[in-house]
Nanobody, 127 residues
């Protein structure tokens, strides 16, 4: 079974940086589209960044130029480097995966595209 474990969240001052990680197991990691999403209580889950096995990436406009998504295939690990963090980046962050058979033309930032989800890691940006 596909298993995703996210980590790396925490509290950071505005302007600071955090690096999230998501370790995947139980599936052919290099054949999956991966994504990072975030959600606050009472709000919809929103796409932050996505990456295709062929290397293509996509970012939400709100994080472009500040966040970077990357893959470490040797360690089956997805990363999200977050720089210049703002209070509005505060949320629970989730990683997600879907077989490349279902993300043709992607990656995508639509949560319904993804099938497998990690447990979330909290990011809090304080002023």
């Amino acid at each position: 079974a596909v298993h995703l474990v996210a980590s790396g969240g925490g509290s950071v001052q505005a302007g600071g940086s955090l690096r999230l990680s998501c370790v995947g197991s139980g599936y052919p990691y290099s054949n999956y589209c991966m994504g990072w999403f975030r959600q606050n209580p009472g709000q919809e889950r929103e796409g932050v960044a996505g990456i295709h096995p062929d290397g293509g990436t996509i970012y939400a406009n709100s994080v472009k130029g500040r966040f970077n998504i990357s893959q470490d295939y040797a360690r089956n690990t997805l990363h999200l480097q977050m720089n210049s963090l703002r209070p509005e980046d505060t949320a629970m962050y989730f990683c997600a995966a879907v077989s490349r058979a279902y993300c043709s033309g992607g990656p995508y930032l639509k949560p319904s595209t993804y099938v497998h989800w990690g447990q979330g890691t909290q990011v809090t940006v304080i002023t």
